[in-house]
């Protein structure tokens, strides 16, 4: 087993969570008011965590480098929250949402995790109906749902395309009401900048106020990082600008493992690049492919012309057009999980029929479905005959209905009407199934400190299902961590505050303090958007979609000579102690330039293919992923040993006792 | 395109801002108004001088970080986007645009173009929330059927990304566009029928402290809401507040 425990309890899967909430150590309230815990991260894991342990009782400080917690990335999730309610009567279960995580992650996770994970789904949509979520409903008054990718049931709830942001709103709302109780101190505009350890527990960090440039000490009992993924490491992502690895880096550097940092998602349906310019990619929720028919011409004359804009892709008849989805996978359709999908518009695109000027696009269609949806509303409507015209117009009207949000966003952005021409789109880097290691509890390998939500690597193995996310997140924050980390507390209710003048926090804001002066003494010739573009292409070109093992070693050798170049040449205006948003953004280009040499070494040493992570030498003839369970059926988790590059390896071996391990197939 | 830039620089809450001009180059009409100002950015740093600090984060109209008054417009000339979804092609070559910060009493200039909207939060700490744990223990979700209209309704309330962009677009710089968002979505729902009495008047008597001033109904915020958040919410926010007052 070597030195990683996951503390799985034992006991059949359906017993094991209630087993262990019952065999766990718990904190009385008279006891939970005396101790301290730091929550890093307002998203749906943070902030939900940062709630229910106020409610608690728990003295909560939550930390967030926005300007409120309301407006962590969580927000941009668009298309729903998966829960085995089974209102539908579709054959729904805990076991079956389950078994379609692991499945999806293409069994590189962990049965307790998961099962857990499907066992509290239920009770989150409870929860957010109770907090005034307003989730999409029937006209008989109850929730309604709609399907994801690689699943064969409806079990997504949603708020239009804005469900993350009503989950997040609903977390933020209990954060309010435990603020308003004085129960939270929320510091806002403030980011770690260290983690402090004393006698090797997590015991406080290091924070920069974000508007004064003060460096500020606080302590805890315990650590949260809530801080979200890493998806930024390769500059164009749909991640949020400020989105970053610190928090997490920064625990790593000072013992947290970090698990498969390889295993990164790229999402099959975002807007295409349109230039050098861009800063940023946007999602068209996968909640679309529902509905749109992804495709491209099947003549390399046709997508050539459409390229130039000499053809219309209206224009082109239908046994023209290739909808290989459809064709390769005639199970799940359009429906297939988001790698699969990815790696075949990638296919597609590489052999020449992408769409767009760059040549990196495909077509994804709501023609039939207007055409559907518009006879239906028409029969329910009770029109007789009604013409083509009409039956366009009331089929707009319900993706409209349904997708409104979207499809303006997608035609502010380019300028083109998706209800008379087909969408464009492109994969894009997304979520970072990758993070810290942790075990069942959520503790990390440095005791007292937790991570929860997308920062920990814990539920969706090599790929995440589509609306897993905001399950996950608002699960171990509401539902997992608040228990879980009673135990380790227990031990700590005589302890009183912990002081902030030791000698750690000394050390620890003096290297925070170095390390920002390193920064500012750089001899200035280029900024930090030049090192994070050139990181990005580097990642994104070698170790994106398709990796090998040619380009994984340069890789790894160009981001090393990357950060040696930035830590001489970086230019950054204006001082610490003041708001610097120059500063800031190179103390988080500086760790993503550590992370993406580990992300390189770890998808180097992975020798199979496996979710998100594809290695061209490990297919097979039909070019599917070629997985190798009997080499690499583990956990990777590396311990930071200095450089990147000598980052040791540890094995967590995943155990599969109710599954059966098979080649993922949704043809 | 080439364009000229007026733009508030300040160098922090007590210092006085001023309009600065700036000529910028190569502007393409696919650009969001957020890169044109990154190129912007780039240019000045190389030239070793401080860039211009602006509040943005997801750039996909959804976080409500960013902010800009643009050409006297919260968000600029375009209708239901934010200014991290405006693009370049809404604007001509050779054209002046003036970019300042949001301006209100209760929306302080922190830097540049950057303003303190934790005035937002602390209304919404008053009582934007319905008071129940979030343990999990609670009834099925499908226990209390609700109207579909209702919830359709709850949720147009609820899309308010909490930007400012009303308060910014209101010549009294009211905030009942947004407080009346968060008062609907709960009023509207069964869940929030409980404390609607008290929501209201906290919420209400928060958004008073803050230093906003009231509405006088010309309709303004509406108009300039990138999420086209109805007045009907601020017709029923005062009602929900008369009907507190006399339950008392």
């Known amino acids: ?667 | 395109m080439k364009l000229h830039l007026k733009i508030w620089r300040q160098k922090d809450a007590s210092t006085p801002g001023k309009i600065v001009d700036y000529t910028l180059d190569g502007v393409e009409g696919d650009m969001s108004f957020l890169e044109m100002l990154d190129i912007l950015n780039e240019e000045l740093v190389s030239k070793g001088e401080e860039p211009v600090e602006f509040d943005h984060d997801c750039r996909e109209g959804i976080c409500g970080t960013c902010s800009l008054q643009i050409n006297g417009e919260p968000h600029g000339p375009d209708r239901l986007v934010t200014t991290c979804q405006l693009h370049m092609r809404k604007f001509n070559d050779g054209d002046t645009i003036v970019i300042e910060p949001f301006r209100a009493k209760a929306f302080p200039v922190i830097k540049d173009l950057i303003v303190d909207r934790s005035a937002f939060d602390r209304i919404q700490q008053a009582g934007g929330y319905i008071s129940v744990n979030t343990s999990g223990n609670t009834i099925d979700a499908n226990t209390i059927p609700i109207n579909k209209y209702d919830a359709d309704e709850a949720m147009d309330a609820a899309t308010c990304i909490g930007c400012g962009a009303c308060v910014a677009a209101c010549k009294n710089a009211s905030a009942m566009l947004f407080t009346s968002a968060k008062v609907s979505q709960f009023a509207l729902l069964p869940q929030g029928r409980v404390e609607a009495v008290e929501r209201v008047q906290n919420m209400v008597r928060q958004m008073d402290l803050e230093g906003f001033g009231n509405c006088t109904n010309t309709g303004a915020c509406e108009v300039e809401c990138p999420k086209g958040i109805s007045l009907t919410n601020i017709a029923r926010m005062n009602r929900e507040y008369l009907s507190a007052t006399l339950k008392g």
């Open chain 1, 1 to 667: 087993m070597g030195i990683l425990d996951s503390k799985i309890p034992s006991g059949p899967l359906a017993d094991k969570w209630t087993k262990h909430k019952n065999d766990i150590n718990l904190v009385n309230p008279a006891n939970k008011r005396n101790i301290d815990v730091i929550v890093v991260g307002t998203g749906l894991a943070g902030g939900a965590a940062a709630a229910t342990l106020a409610e608690l009782g728990y003295n909560v400080k939550t930390f967030c480098y926005q300007d409120s917690p309301r407006r962590a990335h969580s927000i941009a999730a668009q298309g729903g929250i998966n829960a085995a309610k089974n209102y539908q009567g579709d054959g729904d279960s805990n076991y079956r949402l389950f078994y379609d995580t692991i499945k999806g992650g293409d069994y590189r996770s962990r049965e307790g995790n998961v099962y857990r994970l499907a066992e509290v789904s239920g009770n989150i949509i409870d929860q957010c109906v109770a907090q005034g979520v307003p989730f999409a409903r029937e006209y008989g008054g109850m929730l309604d749902n709609r399907s994801f990718g690689g699943v064969l049931v409806s079990r997504t709830f949603y708020a239009k395309g804005q469900t993350g942001q009503q989950l997040l709103l609903g977390a933020y709302s209990a954060m309010n009401r435990q603020i308003n109780r004085g129960k939270i101190q929320a510091y806002n505009r403030h980011e770690m900048m260290d983690l402090v350890l004393v006698d090797g527990k997590a015991r406080g960090i290091i924070a920069r106020d974000l508007v004064s440039g003060e460096i500020e000490r606080h302590s805890a009992h315990a650590v949260v990082l809530a801080t979200g993924g890493y998806g930024n490491v390769f500059f164009l992502s749909t991640n949020a600008m400020g989105s970053n690895v610190m928090a997490a880096w920064r625990a790593h550097r000072k013992g947290a493992f970090f698990a498969n940092p390889c295993f990164t998602q790229i999402h099959p349906t975002c807007i295409p690049v349109s230039g050098d310019h861009q800063s940023k990619l946007t999602l068209m929720s996968e909640s679309l492919r529902n509905d749109g028919r992804i495709w491209v011409p099947k003549k390399m004359e046709d997508a050539i012309a459409i390229r130039e804009g000499r053809l219309k892709p209206t224009e082109l008849a239908e046994e023209d057009r290739d909808y290989y989805l459809e064709r390769r996978y005639p199970a799940f359709g359009n429906l297939v999980p988001r790698d699969v999908a990815s790696r075949a518009a990638k296919e597609r695109c590489d052999a020449g029929f992408g769409v767009n000027k760059t040549g990196e696009a495909v077509f994804l269609d709501f023609a039939s479905a207007i055409e559907r949806y518009g006879k239906e509303k028409a029969l329910t409507s009770g029109l007789k005959n009604p013409d083509k015209a009409t039956i366009t117009k009331l089929g707009e009207e319900v993706v409209e209905a349904k997708y409104g949000n979207l499809f303006q966003m997608y035609e502010k952005i380019v300028d083109q009407n998706p209800y008379k021409t087909p969408m464009m789109i492109y994969p894009a880097v997304h979520y970072t199934m990758g993070g810290l290691w942790v075990d069942y509890n959520l503790q990390t390998t440095i005791p007292g400190c937790y991570a929860a939500g997308e920062a920990n690597f814990s539920d969706h193995g090599a790929n995440r299902l589509g609306a897993s996310a905001l399950m996950q997140g608002l699960a171990d924050g509401y539902f997992v961590l608040p228990y879980t980390i009673g135990d380790y507390l227990s031990d700590d209710i005589r302890t009183g505050a912990i002081p902030t003048d030791s000698k750690e926090f000394d050390e620890a804001e003096k290297q925070v303090r170095d390390r920002m002066e390193k920064l500012m003494g750089g001899s200035g010739i280029h900024s930090v958007d030049y090192y994070h573009k050139k990181l990005g292409k580097i990642m994104w070109n070698k170790c994106g979609m398709a990796r090998n093992e040619k380009e994984l070693k340069e890789a790894i050798k160009e981001i090393s000579d990357l950060r040696k170049d930035f830590w001489e040449n970086v230019k950054i205006p204006g001082s610490i102690d003041s708001k610097n948003q120059e500063l800031e953004k190179a103390g988080r280009v500086a760790d993503f330039l550590e992370l993406g040499e580990l992300f390189a070494k770890d998808a180097l040493h992975r020798n199979e293919s496996c979710g998100g992570h594809f290695r061209e030498e490990y297919q097979t003839e039909e070019g599917e992923a070629l997985r190798d369970d009997e080499n690499f059926k583990y956990v990777a988790a590396w311990e930071y040993k200095g450089e990147p590059k000598d980052a040791e390896l540890h094995k967590e071996d995943l155990v599969y006792e109710n599954i059966e391990l098979k080649t993922r197939s949704y043809k």
